[in-house]
């Protein structure tokens, strides 16, 4: 369970905050991913990194910002949410040259709730 | 578009005995990976088993094993020797390297309770 963490584990924040969330994978990959998990909904792809890139950015508001420094770090960077942003944020990786048919690598998640 | 499909929101089953998770899928590509996942109460989302959509074969570890029928669309999972470290959600995932590789369509997923 080490191979992609993320930190924090919980975060609370106000609507008026800004806040970070970080992912870091150990596992060589190239390819990384922001998910949000709601209760009793399917998984939503927020964003896609390849090789530091975006390449899917999934009709998310732009209070939520992603940015990718390098392959092995990802980070979310929150301000002004809302309410209905409180969710489970997963970060994921996956090997990258060949996503269609790779193996995604989840992290524990950070379980955010925005009061 | 893609979709996938549990329409078994909660399922329950008696340790050491078998439990078979449903998932449907809706495609028009012939080239597709499909996965089953596994999400412990408050721990990381694991891979449980992989399928590629080219091999007949259904694909098994260990005491887990896929029913893959392509052309019916379907591919559930079945948990034999159930055990109380199996209670956890599981998400049924579709991946198509021809439409937008990079994404993965999730089902809703299914809560899985073991009883002792």
């Known amino acids: 369970e080490t191979g992609v963490t993320q930190t924090p584990r919980h975060l609370v924040m106000g609507m008026t905050n800004k806040k970070s969330l970080k992912c870091e994978q150990h596992l060589g990959h190239n390819a990384m991913y922001w998910y949000k998990q709601s209760a009793k909904k399917p998984l939503e792809l927020m964003f896609v990194y390849s090789l530091e890139e975006r390449v899917e950015n999934n009709s998310v508001p732009s209070r939520f910002s992603p940015e990718c420094p390098n392959s092995s770090h990802l980070f979310l960077h929150l301000h002004t949410l809302q309410p209905e942003d409180s969710a489970l944020y997963l970060c994921?990786?996956?090997?990258?040259?060949?996503?269609?048919?790779?193996?995604?690598?989840f992290g524990p998640g950070t379980r955010l709730l925005v009061l | 578009a893609q979709t996938v499909t549990q329409s078994q929101p909660e399922m329950s089953v008696q340790e050491a005995e078998t439990v078979t998770l449903s998932c449907t899928y809706d495609?028009?590509?012939?080239?597709?990976?499909l996965f089953w996942y596994k999400q412990p109460p408050s721990r990381q989302m694991i891979l449980v088993i992989r399928?590629?959509?080219?091999?007949?074969q259904n694909a098994t570890e260990n005491r887990f094993s896929v029913n893959f029928q392509k052309a019916a669309k379907s591919f559930s999972l079945k948990i034999s020797d159930s055990q109380l470290g199996d209670a956890a959600m599981y998400f049924c995932?579709?991946?198509?390297?021809?439409?937008?590789?990079?994404?993965?369509?999730f089902g809703a997923g299914t809560r899985l309770f073991v009883k002792a």
């Open positions: 995932a579709y991946r198509s390297p021809n439409t937008g590789g990079f994404k993965t369509i």
């Open positions: 495609t028009s590509e012939s080239d597709y990976y």
């Open positions: 399928q590629e959509a080219y091999k007949q």
């Open positions: 994921a990786s996956s090997q990258g040259p060949d996503p269609g048919r790779e193996t995604q690598y």
